[in-house]
C-alpha cells in the first residue's frame, strides 16, 4: 500500500510540468489595439510624461519594431484596419480606401457599406455595416476556423470600419453611435444586442465623460512638446473662439454633434476602453478552453489629429491621457488572465503630416493642392483637344476614373489619353508623380512610392490616373492636417508586441505592418490569412 501512495504522489508531481505546459501552449487571450492615426516618433516625444504602466511597459517589457512602415498607397483609415488584420494590402483585399467610386453603380461606396443589413440598436443611417467588402479573411477569422468557432473574436471602436474590419467576417463587430449616445451592431452580426450591451448602453456614459471639461491633465505649461496653444494653424470647434484649453464639453456639445463631440475628445478612449472591458466581462472572453480575440481600436486620436495637428497641445494631452488608459487595460488583464496568459499587439492604421500651412510658415516646403481647380483645368484642356464631354466621371483618393465611353465613343486609345493627361498634370505645383492605369496593370514596380501605389491598386476598383503629391502637400485647407501619402510621416507607425511568449527587445529592422497577422500566426499555429502577402516578424516568433 505505501508503494502504491508513492508510485501515485511520483505520478501526480510527473504531470504538474505537463499541466502547466499544456496551459501554456496558446495564450487565453489576443488583444489586438490599433491607435488611430499614431506615429512611431510619439512613443518618444511623449515618453518623459508616460507612467511606467502603459506605453513605456510595452516598450520595456515586449518587442518593438522601431522601424515598421505601411507598404502602400493610400494611407487611410479603412485600409489600415484591413490591412493589419488581413496581413495584406488593398491590391489583395480589395479595401482600397475609406470609400471609393465605383463604376457600375456610378457612385461613391463607403469600405464597411452594406445596404443589405440593418441597424440593432443605435440609429438606422449608422447601421448598414457589415465587412462583406472585404474580399480575404483576417486573422480573426483564421482563428475562429481553427477552433471551429469556439474561439470568441469581438471587435470595438467608435468608427464602424475600425470594429468590422478587424473582427472580420466571422467574428461580433461594436461601434458607437452618435445619434443615440450607445454601442450598436447591424444584423449582419445579430438579430438583438446581447443583454451585456444593452446594460452598458443603459448607463450612459457618454454623458458623464461629456459633463465634465477637457482640460490638461498637467500644468499647460510643463507641456513642452508642443507648440504654443492658441495658433493660427488649428482648427476649432464650433461655438468657441480660439483653439485652445479648456474646453467646455457640457456648452460644446450643443453645437458639435451633441454625443458626437465625445470622439473628438481623448474621452471617446476611456468610453471605448469601457466598452471593451465589459466586452470582455459580457463574453466571458478568456475563460474557455481555447484562445479569444478582442480587435480594439482608438478613433479619438484621429479626430484630435485631424483638427489640432501633431504639434499641439491637445495632441500631446490625448497621448498621456491614452497612456494612462492603457495602463487601466493592461492592469485589468493582468488581474483577470495573469501575466503570461495574454498577448497583446499595438499599431496604428496610418500616422500624419505635419498642419502644411504651419510648416510653410517655417519656411519648409510644403502646400495645399487644390484638387477642384486642377480637375477643372483638365477638364478644360481635354474639352479643348477632342471636343465636349464629360471626360473625367469622378476624383477621389488622389485617382481620376475616366469616361471610358466617351473614350471609345471619340475612337481614342485609352492609353495614349492616360499619358497625356500624366504629362499635363505635372505642371502643378504640388503633384510629384503621375501614374496611369494601365501602368499600374501591365508593369511591375519593385521600389519607391511607384511600388507603394501599385501594392495599394486594386484592378477591378482603382482609377485610371494616381497622382503623388509632394513631399508636405496636403489637399486640405488654411488649418488642421491629414493622411494618405507614402511618405515615411504617413507611414511609420508602431508594431509593438507584449505578453504571452514575447521576450523583450527591438529591433530597428524595416518592417511592414502586413507582418503583424502572420507573425499572430505563427505564435497561435493557425494558417496564414488566406492573402496574406506579409512575413512573420522573426524576431518575436522564432526563439534563440
Not at 122 to 140: A, Q, V, Y
Not at 504 to 525: K, V
Request: aromatic share 12%; charged share 20%.
Amino acid at each position: 500500500m505505501k508503494k502504491f501512495r508513492i508510485l501515485l504522489l511520483l505520478l501526480t508531481m510527473a504531470s504538474i510540468p505537463l499541466l502547466a505546459q499544456t496551459h501554456a501552449d496558446k495564450p487565453k487571450l489576443v488583444v489586438g489595439i490599433i491607435v488611430d492615426q499614431m506615429r512611431q516618433d510619439y512613443l518618444y516625444r511623449f515618453s518623459d510624461r508616460y507612467s511606467e504602466g502603459g506605453f513605456k511597459r510595452l516598450m520595456k517589457d515586449g518587442f518593438m519594431m522601431k522601424n515598421a512602415h505601411y507598404n502602400y498607397i493610400p494611407t487611410y483609415t479603412g485600409p489600415g484596419h484591413a490591412s493589419v488584420y488581413t496581413g495584406t494590402t488593398p491590391a489583395t483585399h480589395g479595401i482600397i480606401g475609406n470609400d471609393w467610386y465605383v463604376k457600375k453603380l456610378d457612385r461613391m461606396m463607403y469600405c464597411a457599406e452594406d445596404t443589405a443589413v440593418t441597424n440593432v440598436g443605435g440609429s438606422e443611417e449608422n447601421g448598414f455595416i457589415s465587412p462583406r467588402n472585404l474580399l480575404t479573411t483576417t486573422i480573426t477569422d483564421e482563428l475562429r476556423i481553427a477552433s471551429q468557432k469556439r474561439s470568441k473574436v469581438v471587435g470595438v471602436a467608435i468608427k464602424d470600419r475600425g470594429a468590422s474590419m478587424p473582427a472580420g467576417h466571422m467574428g461580433d463587430a461594436y461601434w458607437f453611435d452618435s445619434n443615440t449616445g450607445e454601442f450598436m451592431t447591424s444584423s449582419y452580426y445579430h438579430d438583438k444586442l446581447p443583454t451585456w450591451v444593452e446594460k452598458f448602453n443603459e448607463k450612459k456614459i457618454v454623458d458623464s465623460y461629456l459633463s465634465q471639461p477637457w482640460n490638461t491633465l498637467y500644468p499647460i505649461e510643463t507641456y513642452t512638446a508642443s507648440t504654443v496653444d492658441d495658433n493660427p494653424f488649428e482648427g476649432k470647434f464650433s461655438g468657441k473662439e480660439t483653439p485652445t484649453f479648456p474646453y467646455d464639453l457640457a456648452e460644446l456639445r450643443k453645437t458639435n454633434g451633441e454625443y458626437g463631440l465625445i470622439a473628438s475628445t481623448p474621452f471617446g478612449n476611456s468610453m471605448t476602453l469601457d466598452f471593451a472591458l465589459a466586452a470582455l466581462e459580457g463574453e466571458q472572453m478568456g475563460m474557455g478552453d481555447e484562445t479569444d480575440f478582442l480587435a480594439l481600436s482608438f478613433s479619438s486620436p484621429d479626430y484630435i489629429g485631424h483638427r489640432f495637428g501633431p504639434q499641439s497641445k491637445e495632441v500631446e494631452d490625448n497621448y498621456l491621457r491614452l497612456d494612462q488608459d492603457l495602463e487601466r487595460l493592461l492592469n485589468y488583464l493582468d488581474k483577470t488572465y495573469g501575466k503570461d496568459n495574454y498577448v497583446v499587439f499595438l499599431s496604428a492604421d496610418h500616422a500624419v503630416a505635419e498642419i502644411a500651412t504651419h510648416m510653410v510658415s517655417e519656411n519648409v516646403p510644403g502646400g495645399n493642392l487644390r484638387t477642384s481647380a486642377v480637375v477643372s483645368e483638365l477638364q478644360n484642356f481635354i474639352f479643348d483637344k477632342y471636343g465636349a464631354g464629360k471626360w473625367i466621371i469622378n476624383s477621389s483618393n488622389g485617382q481620376l476614373f475616366l469616361n471610358r465611353e466617351l473614350i471609345r465613343e471619340k475612337e481614342l486609345n485609352q492609353e495614349a489619353l492616360e499619358n497625356e493627361i500624366a504629362l499635363f498634370l505635372l505642371k502643378f505645383d504640388g503633384i510629384k508623380d503621375v501614374y496611369t492605369g494601365t501602368a499600374m496593370r501591365t508593369s511591375a514596380f519593385t521600389k519607391g512610392r511607384a511600388e507603394l501605389l501599385q501594392m495599394g491598386y486594386n484592378h477591378k476598383a482603382s482609377g485610371d490616373i494616381l497622382m503623388i503629391l509632394e513631399p508636405g502637400w496636403l489637399t486640405g485647407g488654411a488649418t488642421g492636417t491629414s493622411h494618405g501619402t507614402g511618405f515615411t510621416y504617413d507611414t511609420n507607425v508602431p508594431i509593438l508586441f507584449y505578453g504571452w511568449n514575447v521576450s523583450a527587445g527591438e529591433s530597428s529592422r524595416y518592417a511592414t505592418i502586413t507582418d503583424i497577422a502572420p507573425t499572430l500566426s505563427m505564435m497561435l499555429d493557425i494558417k496564414l490569412p488566406n492573402g496574406a502577402t506579409g512575413q512573420p516578424i522573426l524576431e518575436i516568433t522564432d526563439k534563440k
